[in-house]
T-cell receptor, first 116, second 117 residues
């Protein structure tokens, strides 16, 4: 069975500093995708970044990068130059193709607080 | 831009009422999903649909049903609402090309906070 683990319930980071949010996963499927979503206090889940299991390079999207270590089954999110607007819940997720549709399995999330 | 809308941001219902949560997407996505989100538990999949009139149970389907009569619309139905169904409900949609990839990305609506009294 697939599982996503986020071990940090909460994190603090100072504005303009970089922060790493941890995510480990478990799957026996050789083909999978890894995702990070941001959920501000308004509630909407915002897609941030995607990494495929066969991708050779780490994904980057602006200030977001995904540190993909396949052998360790980790997919940590790195946010560079943190901003106050980055304060939110962050969820790691993994896709599983069921044959009819790809479903996502989510971790329990990490709450990031950016301070002045 | 992908747009997923949900009929209500906040909803208050009484125990035993029949509740309809509506979700509409405008990107011609084949797949649509309903999740509930509770503190400390992350997002849990209730039901999903991969085509019109086609549906599959997710991880926690008990107490819920769904309807997809048109491609763009996916409804979640609580036949007889109970207090333990008080939660945040999130709808999402994605493409389906049959293989894993970035098209698995799900796009979410703003959520409905349902309170059952």
């Amino acid at each position: 069975a697939q599982k996503i683990t986020q071990t940090q319930p909460g994190m603090f980071v100072q504005e303009k500093e970089a922060v790493t949010l941890d995510c480990t996963y478990d799957t026996s499927d050789p083909s999978y995708g890894l995702f990070w979503y941001k959920q501000p206090s308004s509630g909407e889940m915002i897609f941030l970044i995607y990494q495929g299991s066969y991708d050779q390079q780490n994904a980057t999207e602006g200030r977001y990068s995904l540190n993909f270590q396949k052998a360790r089954k980790s997919a940590n999110l790195v946010i560079s130059a943190s901003q106050l607007g980055d304060s939110a819940m962050y969820f790691c997720a993994m896709s599983l193709n069921t044959g009819t549709a790809s479903k996502l399995t989510f971790g329990t999330g990490t709450r990031l607080q950016v301070t002045l | 831009d992908v747009k997923v809308t949900q009929s209500s941001r906040y909803l208050v219902k009484r125990t035993g009422e029949k509740v309809f949560l509506e979700c509409v997407q405008d990107m011609d996505h084949e797949n649509m999903f309903w999740y509930r989100q509770d503190p400390g538990l992350g997002l849990r999949l209730i039901y999903f649909s991969y085509d019109v009139k086609m549906k599959e149970k997710g991880d926690i389907p008990e107490g819920y049903s769904v309807s997809r009569e048109k491609k763009e619309r996916f409804s979640l139905i609580l036949e007889s609402a109970s207090t333990n169904q008080t939660s945040m409900y999130l709808c999402a949609s994605s493409f389906n090309i049959g293989t894993s990839g970035s098209t698995d990305t799900q796009y979410f609506g703003p959520g409905t906070r349902l309170t059952v009294l």
